[in-house]
C-alpha cells in the first residue's frame, strides 16, 4: 500500500506517519528528514536547500523527486509507503505518478489532515525533540515528565528547527495555500481523497487514519 498524508506543516503527518510505521511495518519518506539531513550531512544537495528551507520556501522539483526516486530503489516493491511531505507542487504529483508506475506500484489513499492554520502557529514555534533519540515534545502540549530529561532515553540535549519560528512558519503556509493545497484536485478525481479531522488528539487521529488504510 501506497499512500499520501497531506497537510500544511504542523498538521501532524509526520507523528501520524511514525504511527503508521510503529503499527503497519510501512515506511516514512519524508523529504523535509531527507533534506535535513542532506544539510547535516554538507552533500551537495544540502548545501543547495540550506538557504531555500531556511526561508521557508520549497526546494526544487527536481532535487525533491531525485531524492524519493532513489528511496524507492532502495526498498521492495511490497513494501509499503508513506509520502510525507510530497508531493508539494503539481509537478511533483505528476512526478509520483511516474515514479510510481514504473516500479509497479500504484496510490491507495491521500489523507488530508484538516486543521486550523492559526492554531498551526502555535503548535509549530513550540514543538522541539530529543537531540539523542528524535522523541518530539512540545512547549505547552508534551514536556519532558522530569524537566529537561527525555522520557525514552534520558538524554538532556534537545533541540529545534530552525525553521519553525513564526515569520517562517508563515512563509511555508503561504507555500502549502499557493502550491501544495491546489494539487488536491488531482487525487479528488481518483476518489481516493479522505479528509481526516487534524485537530482532534493524536489517538483519535490514528484511529481515524487506521480506519481509512483498513477500508
Ligand atoms: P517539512 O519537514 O516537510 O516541513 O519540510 C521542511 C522544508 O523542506 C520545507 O519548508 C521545504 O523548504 C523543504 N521541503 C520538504 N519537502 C519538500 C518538497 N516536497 N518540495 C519542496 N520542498 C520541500
Redo the contacts with the bound molecule.
Sequence with gaps: MNIILLGP?GAG??TQAQFLVEDRNMVQL????M??SAVKEGTPVGLK?KA??DA??????EI?SALIGDALDKLDTDTGVIF??????AA?AESLDELLATRNRSLQHVIELDVDVDALIERITGRFTCANCGEGYHDTFKTPAKDGVCDKCDGTEFKR?P?DNAETVRK?ME?YRGKTAPILPIYDKRNIVTRVDGMADMASVRAEVAKVLDS
Excluded: N
Excluded at 510525507?84 to 507542487?89: H, V
Design positions: 506543516p503527518k509526520g519524508s523529504t523535509g528528514d533534506l535535513r536547500a531555500v528551507m521557508g520556501q520549497l526546494v526544487s522539483d525533491v510525507d511531505g510530497y508531493p508539494r507542487t511533483q528547527r525553521d511555508r507555500e
